[in-house]
């Protein structure tokens, strides 16, 4: 029967894989969830820093004289 989810084969260096194993057992639960998890913490890391950048640009080219005041917006 295939898998449920795509997989992917990851090689660590010694050090990694054994702190890996080390929040594994913190846990109580499998390497592959606690990679799982910490590949989605990291993409929601790197999100919210392009995020950041955006808002960041955003801001210094803000011009208040064409900016919406919020009763514009919001009536």
Excluded at 31 to 53: C, F, M, Q
Excluded at 56 to 74: F, G, I
């Amino acid at each position: 029967m295939p898998a449920r989810n795509p997989r992917v084969n990851v090689v660590l260096e010694k050090p990694l894989f054994d702190a890996v194993g080390h929040l594994a057992e913190e846990e109580g639960v499998s390497l592959s969830t606690v990679v799982r998890d910490l590949v989605k913490e990291a993409i929601e890391i790197r999100e919210d820093v392009n995020l950041g950048r955006v808002a960041e640009t955003r801001a210094r080219t803000l011009r208040r004289s064409r900016a919406l005041s919020h009763k514009d917006v919001w009536g």
